[in-house]
């Protein structure tokens, strides 16, 4: 399994600020599991890959995948 972080430069939505937003990982069978750790509500869910979860909340390319390992 890898580690990352959802580093986010512009803020789409408006919801989550930049920075790093949230924490990841990616298992060997390829699902992705990413906690949010800004907002009031945290949250964390399942992926069927780290291509999903960037397809979702990459915004075009306003947040990035960086890992960690």
Known sequence: MRR???HRDADVSG???T???AEGIA??????VIHWTVGEH???VVWP???SVEAIH???GATRIVWAD
């Open 27 to 32: 298992f060997t069978d390829g699902t992705a």
């Open 42 to 44: 945290h949250s964390t």
């Open 4 to 6: 990352f972080e959802l």
């Open 19 to 21: 920075g790093i937003v």
């Open 58 to 60: 990459g915004h075009g």
């Open 15 to 17: 919801i989550s600020g």
């Open 49 to 51: 890959s780290v291509e």
